[in-house]
């Protein structure tokens, strides 16, 4: 029998009551799915990885390790009976996962399930919707653990490639002593910005609070059941406007949020008050979970499935609080230049490895419900969560199903609103989760997103004099 392993730093986090988080994916089929050969590629794949095939020990009331355990997948794979013809498939879906925020996953076994919905609406012909517990991993490991699990449409045998980030090109035509100044300025730089990040995030941990908005949760909110919506827009449109910019495109998803938060908050205010707009500081910020691992690649994560491999497993994040100017702008692209601006400012902080290391001393110091006090103070004192995580380049088929679309997201921490970016081949999804008590509308905030993207399109198409 294999040896038990100790849980991390970050997976005690998310098994404590107040940070207890689940992860959703859910992927879009193009054909039905079959639960039978799902169930077969699993038992080949997912069931080789230790977390997937491993429950929590329980000793005196405390999770304490992982172990080895006899999985079967008719515990984990649901396949519920639906009518194929009811009237709105497409909200069937939005309600079933909403439920599912409310089920307590089962910690008897391991701790992740399938649920497949073999309904069809205009985006797919059927749905795989995984749940799966945040202390099993964080959502770039558990994505590409998941990518690890699919295929090539175009070639069944070769798996999913993601794009390659763009190095600095650096052909040493810039002076050695030009060089030496602009490091040893982006050192002081460096040194600055982490010294005032730090110190706002203890801030916030203490007293700093956002300003109260009609997206800013309550006391309680990570009880709540949640709603996940998504929009897709054409991953082409973001590349151009991050080509045209000469920006990247976390810049371009920020101004994006930025502009639709702006638009969507104006129309909330003035719904109470028609001659009032958005007020002026408004203190709104999303918090990060940064992953400060190397990416191991989905070669690595299939490779863990079979043997012993060097890819790093589990939850190793750092926290970043990010500032969002919400404000209505007369010129759409001011919203790209702030944003731009806020990510170069974040890029020059070690904000998210001190956090990581912080998170990891305290937990072995003082243990993980302190760790937990203090997640949830920052969590519930910020408004919101982002991400963006980067999918694959082609086709995939989970299986031998064709991929139509993923739209991952996560629930269980203590705020009214989270915001996921996930390309897919040409595609972009936007996925939102909220607290429908209060943002009841998450259909018209996918719009208010999906409109400021146009709005910067046409912006620089003007700008640019194309007709």
């Known amino acids: 029998m294999e040896p038990a392993e100790v849980l991390s730093p970050g997976s005690l986090l998310f098994l404590e009551p107040k940070t207890s988080c689940c ?21 080949q794949t997912l069931l080789h990885h230790p977390r997937f095939s491993s429950k929590l ?61 073999n309904l069809k609406t205009p985006e797919a012909e059927a749905f795989a919707i995984f749940r799966i517990h945040h202390s099993i991993g964080d959502g770039m490991s558990l994505i590409s653990i998941l990518l690890a699990c699919c295929r090539k449409s175009a070639d069944p045998g070769a798996l999913p490639t993601l794009p390659t980030q763009k190095q600095t090109d650096d052909r040493g035509n810039r002076r050695k002593i030009v060089w030496l100044v602009l490091a040893v300025w982006s050192v002081l730089r460096l040194m600055s910005n982490t010294l005032v990040d730090l110190s706002l995030f203890m801030a916030t941990i203490l007293f700093m609070k956002d300003t109260k908005t009609p997206v800013k949760g309550l006391s309680g909110v990570e009880h709540n059941p949640k709603r996940f919506v998504h929009r897709t827009v054409r991953l082409d449109d973001i590349k151009l406007v991050k080509n045209a910019m000469d920006m990247t495109v976390n810049d371009v998803i920020l101004g994006v949020t930025q502009a639709g938060l702006s638009r969507y908050l104006n129309r909330k205010y003035g719904e109470v008050d028609k001659s009032k707009s958005i007020p002026k ?166 719009d208010d997103f999906q409109e400021s993207l146009k709005l910067f399109k046409d912006a620089i198409v003007i700008n640019d004099g194309v007709c």
């Open 23 to 43: 992860i959703i994916a859910m992927m879009g089929c193009k054909t039905s799915i079959d639960p039978a050969i799902l169930k077969l590629g699993l038992n």
């Open 57 to 117: 020990l329980v000793i005196n009331g405390v999770k304490k390790k992982w172990v080895k355990t006899q999985v079967d997948l008719d515990n984990h794979v649901v396949v519920p009976v639906v009518d194929t013809e009811m009237e709105s498939p497409a909200l069937f879906i939005e309600d079933y996962i909403s439920h599912l925020t409310t089920i307590p996953i089962d910690f008897s076994k391991p701790l992740w399930e399938l649920h497949i919905l």
């Open 281 to 446: 500081n408004i203190r709104l910020r999303a918090t990060v979970l940064v992953n400060i691992r190397q990416d191991a690649g989905i070669q690595a994560m299939a490779d863990m499935m079979k043997k012993k491999s060097k890819a790093k497993w589990g939850n190793k994040f750092g926290f970043i609080c990010v500032p969002f100017n919400i404000a209505l702008q007369n010129d759409p692209l001011d919203y790209l230049h702030q944003a731009k601006a806020i990510v170069q400012r974040k890029k020059l902080s070690l904000q998210a490895l001190c956090t990581y290391m912080t998170n990891n001393c305290v937990v072995r110091l003082f243990g993980s419900k302190v760790s937990s006090c203090l997640a949830y103070r920052v969590f519930s004192n910020t408004t919101m969560s982002i991400s963006n995580v980067v999918g694959p380049v082609e086709e995939i088929s989970f299986f031998g199903h064709p991929i139509a679309f993923i739209a991952p997201t996560v629930f269980g921490h203590p705020q009214a609103l989270t915001i996921h970016f996930q390309s897919y081949v040409d595609k972009m999804s936007i996925v939102v989760a909220v607290d429908p008590s209060l943002i009841s509308d998450p259909h018209l905030l996918c």
